[in-house]
Antibody, heavy 121, light 107 residues
Framework: EVQLVESGGGLVQPGGSLRLSCAAS????????MNWVRQAPGKGLEWVAN????????DYVDSVKGRFTISRDNVKNSLFLQMNSLRAEDTAVYYC??????????????WGQGKLVTVSS | DIQMTQSPSSLSASLGDRVNITCRAS??????LNWYQQKPGKAPKLLIY???SLQGGVPSRFSGGGSGTDFSLTISSLQPEDFATYYC?????????FGGGTKVAIK
């Protein structure tokens, strides 16, 4: 059974940093693109970042470029999102989501339960 | 960035109704379009990928269509478990973008 379990959320002050982790199991982690998607309270879905199977390609939504870094550890089957210079508008539930294995990188077929990140003083 | 516009933003329907949700892309995206269902407090669930392919385990009352800029999600006979918010998503290029969502409520 495919499982994605996020950890590391919480309350942080504006300008602070936080690292999210996503532990994957039940599939060959190194064969799939991985993504982070967020959802602000009461709002819609926003794609944040993705990373290729071997970590050689990464992409971000403009609003987080230069502040967030996506990475992965294919030995530990884990995905990470390092978030720096956090702003109030980054407050959201952050989901880890599995992408496809080829050109279907954007097909998000499994999602974690989500982790709330609150940026507030 | 490709903008995705869903309509309506909300609708009320009765059990057994046929429901249609539309999604329009700001430029042609071929068939690079997925649909998700999200219930309150839960993660989204993939329903349809590549515009019209049913994800495994999803009931056949869900169907998708369209290509280019105009797409649709149809629920042929609304069931109690279908009351949720539905999102379209383009995967033609990054940034991947979602529509604003359509909330399906009970009439």
């Amino acid at each position: 059974e495919v499982q994605l379990v996020e950890s590391g959320g919480g309350l942080v002050q504006p300008g602070g940093s936080l690292r999210l982790s996503c532990a994957a199991s039940g599939f060959t982690f190194s064969s799939y693109w991985m993504n982070w998607v967020r959802q602000a309270p009461g709002k819609g879905l926003e794609w944040v970042a993705n990373i290729k199977q071997d970590g050689s390609e990464k992409d971000y939504v403009d609003s987080v470029k230069g502040r967030f870094t996506i990475s992965r550890d294919n030995v530990k089957n884990s995905l990470f999102l390092q978030m720096n210079s956090l702003r109030a508008e980054d407050t959201a539930v952050y989901y880890c989501a599995r992408g496809g294995s080829g050109f279907s990188y954007g097909k998000l077929d499994y999602w974690g339960q989500g982790k709330l990140v609150t940026v507030s003083s | 960035d490709i903008q995705m516009t869903q309509s309506p933003s909300s609708l009320s329907a009765s059990l057994g109704d046929r429901v249609n949700i539309t999604c329009r892309a700001s430029q042609s995206i071929s068939s690079y379009l997925n649909w998700y269902q999200q219930k309150p407090g839960k993660a989204p669930k993939l329903l349809i990928y590549a515009a019209s392919s049913l994800q495994g385990g999803v009931p056949s009352r869900f169907s998708g269509g369209g290509s280019g800029t105009d797409f649709s999600l149809t629920i042929s006979s609304l069931q109690p478990e279908d009351f949720a918010t539905y999102y379209c998503q383009q995967t033609y290029n990054t940034p991947l973008t979602f529509g604003g969502g359509t909330k399906v409520a009970i009439k």
